[in-house]
């Protein structure tokens, strides 16, 4: 059986990649090569839309029948009615690190496209006490003050306000969280050391593969998805009504344009022709060609090491052993 020198941290995996990377692939394979070296491989979730309960074809959610036996945790931990917190899932992470620290053969293999939730693994956040301070930064700041929101974070903390997009809202309140909550105190050491791998293509190829994965989730059903989600949580009457709660796959690229076509037409999302399907598929694949984008610059964030499937396997189990 595989040991680890109890003088250092044990071995872990991070396979991180833009939308339709190929990550869970992946991931299957180094789980099954870890498996024949006698480690017990765990799959833990950093993807912020594969937490939720109900939004599985949309988010390519791996399905349990898939799994080839090998664990998977940090799937299907909220409902999708109120947003689980990044102060939430860092918790759930480290409570996970901690149960699997304990037996001396488990590898983590943290799988994921969320910068921002990797790299609260990686570094051991703790941000217990900071929902408090989030709430109080979206009421100065809402959503559509986002450079309200980005001018605050660059005179309290310019180095970091640089290497974010002034546009992406979620990503300037964690920083001002962080910054705001103070940094040094909020993290702790990890059990594992992480080694990042990011699943990295060209752009053509991932809008390409972009477009391919969205026009799988039609054929598979993400229509009647996310009917489900309306009858359950009143999707569309919630997009009617501005200023409302909004429902986290309203606010989700893949959902939320079929959801405000369905508002703005008065349609029942079953009702569609093949005009408004074309309508909201093309919104749609824009909207997750742009955020591929912006996950692609988490490459360097995390210091990962660019590969391709072909070449990552056999790097990833080669420093397994």
Wanted: some cysteine; charged content about 25%; proline content about 3%.
């Amino acid at each position: 059986m595989h040991r680890y020198n109890n003088l250092t941290r044990r071995r872990a995996v991070v396979i991180y990649g833009p939308t339709s990377s190929g990550k869970t692939a992946l991931s299957l394979d180094v789980c099954e090569a870890a498996s024949g070296r006698g480690l017990r491989p765990v799959v833990l979730n950093a993807d912020s839309r594969q937490v939720y309960a109900g939004m599985d074809i949309g988010t390519s959610k791996i399905k349990p029948s898939q799994m080839q036996g090998f664990e998977h945790r940090l799937l299907d931990v909220a409902e999708p009615s109120s947003k689980l917190s990044l102060e939430a899932y860092a918790q759930m992470a480290r409570h996970e690190l901690a149960a699997l620290a304990k037996s001396e053969n488990a590898v983590p293999v943290l799988v994921g496209g969320t910068g921002v939730y990797v790299q609260a693994v990686l570094d051991g956040w703790n941000l217990t006490g900071t929902g408090t301070l989030r709430q109080s930064l979206e009421i100065d700041f809402p959503r559509g003050d986002v450079t309200g929101s980005y001018q605050a974070l660059a005179r309290l903390a310019p180095e970091v306000a640089r290497r974010v997009h002034p546009h992406n809202y979620e990503a300037i309140l964690n920083a001002l969280v962080r910054r705001m909550a103070s940094e040094a105190t909020n993290e702790a050491a990890t059990p594992f050391a992480f080694a990042v791998y990011g699943i990295d293509r060209a752009e053509a190829e991932t809008d390409r593969r972009i477009e391919t994965t969205l026009n799988d989730q039609i054929r598979d059903g993400l229509l009647e998805e996310i009917a489900e989600l309306d009858r359950r949580y009143q999707l569309v009457e919630q997009a009617r009504r501005p200023g409302r709660p909004r429902n986290v796959a309203s606010q989700t690229h893949g959902y939320r344009e079929f959801i405000c076509l369905a508002a703005s037409t008065g349609k029942a999302i079953a009702e569609f022709d093949g005009a408004d399907l074309a309508a909201a598929r093309a919104e749609a694949l824009g909207h997750i060609r742009a955020y591929s984008r912006r996950q692609r610059s988490w490459f360097r964030k995390l210091g990962a090491s660019r590969v391709d499937h072909r070449s990552a396997l056999k790097t990833i189990v080669s420093r397994l052993q």
